[in-house]
C-alpha cells in the first residue's frame, strides 16, 4: 500500500522557471524527507522537515511541511539544468510495515530541466 | 571517509536461483537498512538492523532474509527468484536511526 503520494509524476520545463512538487499522505509522520535521486546512484538526502507548518530552505530549493505533519511541498525558483533528478520525499514514524527507521517512500517526481 | 558500498554492482539471475546482496556501512554506522527499489517507483523498506538485531521489517516474503555482522556489514539475500524480484537493491546506514545515508545500489535482474 502505498501511503505517499506525489505529484506530479513528470514534469518537463524550462531554465529559469519555477516549480512545486506535492507529497501528499493520510498518515501523519513524525518527519519527512526530501531526496534527489540520479540514474545509477542511490538517494541523497536534501532536507528534513520536523514540526507541523516548518518551512525550510536550500538555495533555490524551498520545503514546506503541513500544518497536520501529512504532506509537503518542494518548490524550485529559477530551475537550472542541474536540477534534473528523481526527487522523493520519504516519511519516517508512518505505517510502512517496518521498524523505526523504515523510511515510506513516495513514487517520485521525474524532473527534467531544459536548457 | 568511503561512503556506503554495496556489491555487486550489477546481476543477472535466473528464476528460481539464490542471490546474495552485501553491504559495507560507513565507518562507525551501525544500523543498516535494505530497499527494493522497482523501476518507476519509490524505494520499499525491506529490514533494518541494528547492533546485528533485526529492529524492523518491510511487507516482504520470507524469501527475503537478511543478516548483520560483528564488523556491521550486511548481507540480503533472496531465495526462489521471481521475475518481479528484479530491482534495484538499496542499501542505507545510519548512526542509531538518525540520517541515513545510502549507497549505489544493486541493480538485479531475473530472467
Known amino acids: 500500500t502505498q501511503l505517499l503520494e506525489q505529484s506530479p509524476q513528470f514534469l518537463s520545463i524550462q531554465e529559469g522557471e519555477n516549480l512545486t512538487v506535492y507529497c501528499n499522505s493520510s498518515?501523519?509522520?513524525?518527519?519527512l524527507q526530501w531526496y534527489r535521486q540520479e540514474p545509477g546512484e542511490g538517494p541523497v538526502l536534501l532536507v528534513t522537515?520536523?514540526?507541523?507548518?516548518e518551512v525550510k530552505k536550500l538555495k533555490r530549493l524551498t520545503f514546506q511541511f503541513g500544518d497536520a505533519r501529512k504532506d509537503s511541498s518542494l518548490h524550485i525558483t529559477a530551475a537550472q539544468p542541474g536540477d534534473t533528478g528523481l526527487y522523493l520525499c520519504?516519511?519516517?514514524?508512518?505505517?510502512?510495515?517496518?521498524?523505526?527507521?523504515?523510511?515510506?517512500f513516495g513514487k517520485g517526481t521525474h524532473l527534467i530541466i531544459q536548457p | 571517509d568511503a561512503g556506503v558500498t554495496q556489491s555487486p554492482t550489477h546481476l543477472i539471475k535466473t528464476r528460481g536461483q539464490h542471490v546474495t546482496l552485501r553491504c559495507s556501512p560507513i565507518?562507525?554506522?551501525?544500523?543498516v537498512s535494505w530497499y527494493q527499489q522497482v523501476l518507476g517507483q519509490g524505494p520499499q523498506f525491506i529490514f533494518q538492523?541494528?547492533?546485528?538485531?533485526?529492529?524492523g521489517r518491510g511487507n516482504f516474503p520470507d524469501r527475503f532474509s537478511a543478516r548483520q555482522f560483528p564488523n556491521y556489514s550486511s548481507e540480503l539475500n533472496v531465495n526462489a527468484l521471481l521475475l518481479g524480484d528484479s530491482a534495484l537493491y538499496l542499501c542505507?546506514?545510519?548512526?542509531?536511526?538518525?540520517?541515513?545515508?545510502f549507497g549505489p545500489g544493486t541493480r538485479l535482474t531475473v530472467l
Open positions: 542505507a546506514s545510519s548512526l542509531a536511526g538518525l540520517r541515513q545515508y
Open positions: 520519504a516519511g519516517a514514524g508512518g505505517n510502512s510495515g517496518g521498524g523505526a527507521d523504515g523510511l515510506t
Open positions: 498518515s501523519v509522520f513524525s518527519s
Open positions: 538492523y541494528y547492533e546485528k538485531e533485526e529492529r
Open positions: 565507518s562507525g554506522h551501525k544500523s
Open positions: 522537515v520536523v514540526t507541523g507548518g
